[in-house]
């Protein structure tokens, strides 16, 4: 047997000596790949999310320090040192394109840390939702149709009953008169009454037409009788002197 069998020989016992070995660990890959494929719940992914932009924002801060400093140096040295300064500005170059690039990072987590959240929202929701609906229709489940409309019949009966009796109730008792003949009786009253008053005024006496002299003789009489007093006073007291 040559050297080439022997080593093929060898290879495929110790390939089917490991054989049980691969089965077990291809069982843990299969529950790893089970585990992946669940995958991590929308809250973890949130929060990973949120971590990652803590990061970005920090190394953002960071680099605007360092551009900062970079600038600094690069007005220092100026013209005194202008490796220096090109250096400065070489290293400030980077770190704004760094900066740009953690800027748009930040834009696209961000974008995604939004929808997890608005998705976790909506599926919270129409989870909700669906619980509400499920109580509603446990509630209707307990009710009758044909009962429901069996008792508004009886409701309609019972109202049309109670108004019967409050009719019945709001009539008058006694005699009952009829309103037009008492109405023309009142009228007829009043005419005769008014007929009578006529009658009255015709038998009342005449107006004297003589005129009757008046209890008090007026102002002007009284003050011509008097002038013609002092005028025959006047009179006698001359005859007798």
């Known amino acids: 047997m040559s050297k080439i069998s022997k080593m093929f020989k060898v290879s495929s016992s110790s390939s089917s000596s490991t054989r049980p070995s691969s089965g077990s660990s291809s069982g843990s890959v299969s529950r790893s790949k089970h585990r992946s494929r669940s995958g991590p719940s929308p809250q973890e992914a949130i929060n990973r999310l949120r971590e990652t932009e803590s990061m970005l924002t920090k190394k953002q801060e960071y680099l605007e320090s360092r551009i900062e400093q970079e600038i600094t140096i690069a007005k220092k040295n100026g ?4 490796r220096a300064a090109l250096q400065a500005l070489k290293r400030k170059k980077r770190f704004e394109q760094q900066l740009t690039q953690i800027d748009g990072t930040l834009s696209t987590i961000e974008f995604q840390r939004e929808a997890l959240e608005n998705a976790t929202t909506n599926t919270e929701v129409l989870k909700n939702m669906g619980y509400a609906a499920k109580a509603i229709k446990g509630v209707h489940q307990n009710i009758d149709l044909d009962k429901i409309d069996t008792l ?6 019972q109202q049309e009953v109670a108004q019967e009796i409050s009719d019945a109730i709001s009539k008058p008792f006694g005699d009952q008169f009829d309103e037009d003949e008492l109405l023309a009786e009142l009228a007829e009253l009043e005419q005769e009454e008014l007929e009578e008053s006529m009658k009255n005024m015709g038998r009342l006496p005449s107006v004297p ?3 009757l002299p008046s209890a008090r003789p007026s102002h002007h009489a009284t003050s011509k009788k008097r002038v013609e007093d002092d005028h025959d006073m006047k009179r006698l007291s001359a005859w007798a002197s």
């Open 79 to 82: 013209t005194k040192n202008k």
């Open 152 to 157: 508004m019949q009886d409701i309609t009966e």
């Open 209 to 211: 037409t003589t005129k």
